[in-house]
Structures are given as structure tokens and as C-alpha cells.
């Protein structure tokens, strides 16, 4: 008989073979989007799993019929690089528990889009935190920056710092938000160009952060995906996964930046 097992998705910080996590915002929806399309090919069930994540103190997706679970098993749940390694698990269980970020397709399913929109969408005191304090309303365009894991929360001068500077360029018809993950930037941009807040932004993958950084890059993704144009730069040879996942499951066109 075939098997339908059930793959509970897991997210936290430490696995068995991870005893520290580095997986973003990007990274997490990608292995979202990626596992739940690999389960329905192979008509799997597929849950998610939020709550040991401290994301979940801020959006009103709520704990699984699989939570209790969760916390038995603790940091003995796996870390899958690859589905395969997800398929030996099967062979042991019908019900799986794991992550993974591993992904084997770009494109992004209605029914994912729609998903990671009920995702994250925030418990009512912090939209409306959000709408008060953070939102622009109207149409407007996004410039996010990503300068580096190793300059989140800097002051320091990154060193490409003049050309990052220089290639900020506000849109002649929509307003202009700047969104980066540093400090400087924010504190130096031009007048033309709008910083909803000079706050800290983090990397969600490390738990060196606080829950005010946390809620705080939340509200940066939020106000990313009811942008109606992106604008991109990373100083990494990859797109950042952080805009550009935001970008395929909330149909937003993106654009590279050049410097």
C-alpha cells in the first residue's frame, strides 16, 4: 500500500546536525514554498510548524495539533539539505518532522502565494501598531539594501559605501521607501527618499536579536509586499532572498540595482 506520510515543517533555531541556525526570511519562505510543492507531487501531507520560532509571538498563525510533539522531540528534529534526505526519514515514519530550505523550483504556486500571505499576516496589535507608526500609505516603491550579515545594526562605513550612496535614486512617480539592514545608510540617505523608522533590522536565522528588532524587520517585510515596485541591491553574488521571495508569493516586479 502506498505511504501518505505527513511532513511537519519545523521552525527554530537548533537542529540535530544545526546547533545554530543562519536561515533568514528568505531562506525560511523558499523552503516553505519548495516542500510543500514536493508533497504535493507526492501526495504527502505537509504542516507547518512556527511556534519554538520567536516569529510566532507576532503573527497570528497559531500552534499545530503537532506543537506537543514539536517540543518532545526538541533539537533532535533534523535539518534536511536535500528531499532525499527527507525520503530515508519517511522509510522510519509516517509522520515526519524536519526543515529544510533546500529548493528545486523559482516559481511560486497560486496556492504557496496565498499561503505565505496567511502566513504573515500580524496579530491585530501589531497591524495596527503597524498602520500607525510604520506604513506608508499610497502607492510607493521599495529600495532595500542589503549590506551584509556582518554589518547588521552597523554604524560602520561599508566599503563600497560612496556607490551604494550614490545609486539611491528615488522614483519620479511613486514615493520612494528605503528598507536596509544598515544603519548608516539609513541615517545618511537623501532628502527625497523616505525612512519610515530609524530602527534595527536582524537576520532571523541568528538568535542574537531582540523582539523589538524582530517585529521590526517584520514590519520591513510587510512593508515590502504592499509595495508596487522593488528595487534590489545586495552586495552578495545572489539576489537577496529576503526581497526577492517577498517579490514571487506577493506578485510584486522586482529589479536589480547596479553600482
Not at 501518505?4 to 540535530?16: F, G, L, R, S
Not at 546536525?17 to 507531487?41: A, E, H, M, P, T
Not at 526519514?89 to 505565505?116: A, H, M, R
Not at 514615493?175 to 525612512?195: A, F, S, V
Request: hydrophobic share 30%; proline share 3%.
Amino acid at each position: 500500500m502506498e505511504k501518505n506520510p505527513t511532513i511537519v515543517q519545523v521552525w527554530q533555531y537548533e537542529y540535530a546536525n544545526y546547533k545554530s541556525s543562519f536561515w533568514g526570511i528568505g531562506d525560511l519562505i523558499r523552503g516553505v514554498v519548495c516542500l510543500r510543492n514536493y508533497c504535493r507531487q507526492k501526495n504527502y501531507n505537509y504542516v507547518l510548524d512556527v511556534h519554538n520560532h520567536d516569529i510566532s509571538k507576532f503573527i497570528k498563525y497559531n500552534n499545530t495539533t503537532f506543537s506537543y510533539k514539536v517540543n518532545e522531540l526538541g533539537v533532535s528534529i533534523p535539518f534536511c539539505i536535500s528531499f532525499d534526505d527527507i525520503e530515508r526519514l519517511i522509510t522510519d515514519s509516517d509522520i515526519v518532522f524536519c526543515n529544510t530550505n533546500y529548493y528545486d523550483k523559482e516559481q511560486v504556486d497560486e496556492e504557496d502565494k496565498q499561503f505565505i500571505r496567511e502566513l504573515f499576516l500580524l496579530k491585530d496589535e501589531y497591524e495596527a501598531d503597524y498602520n500607525d507608526n510604520y506604513g506608508i500609505p499610497g502607492k510607493y516603491m521599495v529600495l532595500h539594501y542589503r549590506l551584509g550579515d556582518d554589518l547588521m545594526f552597523s554604524d560602520v562605513l561599508y566599503g563600497n559605501f560612496d556607490k551604494v550612496y550614490n545609486s539611491l535614486r528615488a522614483h519620479p512617480d511613486l514615493k520612494t521607501i528605503l528598507c536596509t539592514d544598515n544603519q548608516t545608510l539609513k541615517n545618511n540617505k537623501p532628502e527625497d527618499i523616505i525612512c519610515p523608522k530609524k530602527t534595527r533590522s536582524c537576520h532571523l536565522g541568528k538568535k542574537s536579536f531582540d523582539d523589538e528588532c524582530l517585529k521590526y524587520t517584520l514590519y520591513d517585510l510587510i512593508l515590502i509586499s504592499r509595495s508596487s515596485l522593488i528595487r534590489s541591491y545586495t552586495k552578495y553574488a545572489w539576489a537577496s532572498g529576503f526581497s526577492a521571495w517577498i517579490a514571487k508569493c506577493y506578485n510584486i516586479s522586482i529589479e536589480p540595482i547596479s553600482i
